[in-house]
T-cell receptor, first 114, second 116 residues
Framework: AQSVAQPEDQVNVAEGNPLTVKCTYS??????LFWYVQYPNRGLQFLLK??????LVKGSYGFEAEFNKSQTSFHLKKPSALVSDSALYFCAVRGNTGGFKTIFGAGTRLFVKA | DAGVIQSPRHEVTEMGQEVTLRCKPISGHDYLFWYRQTMMRGLELLIY????????DSGMPEDRFSAKMPNASFSTLKIQPSEPRDSAVYFCASSLVDRISNTEAFFGQGTRLTVV
């Protein structure tokens, strides 16, 4: 069965500092991995995805994520955080066998202080 | 394209009433997903369709919940009868999935359901 774990409920970082939001996954076969962001009272917005190829994936708003197969991780990173990055972040995984069910993690709230 | 459109944005209903949530996916997308978001359980996949056919409804919590997709541009999620514990934000999402790019899902703004 597919599963996604986001071990941190909240991440606090100062503006200008690098940020990391952690994600680990479990899936049969090769994973398709996604990061989404949710602002208050809004739907989820796609940030980036890993399908195949380079382990370092670059996405919207300066975010990037690194796929690590041996550690089954897909951590979200940004070199310099902005106050406007404060939001709820979701990691998601979809397997490439048995359908295209996308499972989301519990979410990590990022708080960037000025 | 206007994106995934959900209606209503907010719904307040009394326990025992029937509730119908609506979704219009992005034109050309062949997958449609219904999710429920609560503080306690996070984002749960309820059901998804491929080319209007339900593929996996294992996330539907009870028989009170039903979903249909009569055509490629419309889907409904119905709760009958509704209960206070059904209060949540319900999201619809659509995607175009192919073997090459396997694109991401696009989400609607959600319907905030409150059952009193």
């Amino acid at each position: 069965a597919q599963s996604v774990a986001q071990p941190e409920d909240q991440v606090n970082v100062a503006e200008g500092n690098p940020l990391t939001v952690k994600c680990t996954y479990s899936v049969s076969g090769n994973p398709y991995l996604f990061w989404y962001v949710q602002y208050p009272n809004r739907g989820l917005q796609f940030l980036l995805k890993y399908i195949t190829g380079d382990n370092l994936v670059k996405g919207s708003y300066g975010f990037e994520a690194e796929f690590n197969k041996s550690q089954t991780s897909f951590h979200l990173k940004k070199p310099s955080a902005l106050v406007s990055d404060s939001a709820l972040y979701f990691c998601a995984v979809r397997g490439n066998t048995g359908g295209f069910k996308t499972i989301f993690g519990a979410g990590t709230r990022l708080f960037v202080k000025a | 394209d206007a994106g995934v459109i959900q209606s209503p944005r907010h719904e307040v209903t009394e326990m025992g009433q029937e509730v119908t949530l609506r979704c219009k996916p992005i034109s050309g997308h062949d997958y449609l997903f219904w999710y429920r978001q609560t503080m306690m359980r996070g984002l749960e996949l309820l059901i998804y369709f491929n080319n209007n056919v339900p593929i996996d409804d294992s996330g539907m919590p009870e028989d009170r919940f039903s979903a249909k997709m009569p055509n490629a541009s419309f889907s409904t999620l119905k709760i009958q009868p509704s209960e206070p514990r059904d209060s949540a934000v319900y999201f619809c999402a659509s995607s175009l999935v192919d073997r090459i790019s396997n694109t991401e899902a696009f989400f609607g703004q959600g319907t905030r359901l409150t059952v009193v």
